[in-house]
């Protein structure tokens, strides 16, 4: 079974960048899809980019396209996200999930992600 850590969130400025990570322990990382979601106050937790088990494969939600970079290294078993063009509606509590379904599709529901970490806020102003 995977544990999963978040860390690199902070407070910034509209404009500006944040690289978040999610390190991994236990269980093979290389098995898992991994999936970022965010969650702000009174909303639903939503799928924000996804990248395969290989790397190969990524997806991204559209307010994110563009501006936001999921990439992973297996050999530190860590995936990052490299969010550009911060926006105030980007503020929300960041969550990474893994997928162990072995699916070659990368999921955007929340009920596909089995492990999830304990998040790491990210706060935009304005």
């Known amino acids: 079974q995977v544990q999963l850590g978040e860390s690199g969130g902070g407070l910034v400025q509209a404009g500006g960048s944040l690289r978040l990570s999610c390190a991994a322990s236990?269980?093979?990382?290389?098995?898992?899809?991994i999936g970022w979601f965010r969650q702000a106050p009174g909303n639903e937790r939503e799928f924000v980019a996804g990248?395969?088990?290989?790397?190969?494969?990524?997806n991204y939600a559209d307010s994110v396209k563009g501006r936001f970079a999921i990439s992973r290294d297996n050999a530190k078993s860590t995936v990052y996200l490299q969010m550009n063009s911060l926006k105030p509606e980007d503020t929300a509590v960041y969550y990474c999930?893994?997928?162990?379904?072995?699916?070659?599709?990368?999921?955007?529901?929340?009920?596909?992600?089995?492990?999830w970490g304990q998040g790491t806020q990210v706060t935009v102003s304005s």
């Open positions: 999930g893994a997928d162990p379904s072995l699916s070659i599709t990368i999921a955007t529901i929340r009920m596909n992600y089995n492990y």
């Open positions: 990248i395969s088990r290989g790397g190969r494969y990524t």
């Open positions: 236990g269980g093979t990382f290389s098995s898992y899809n």
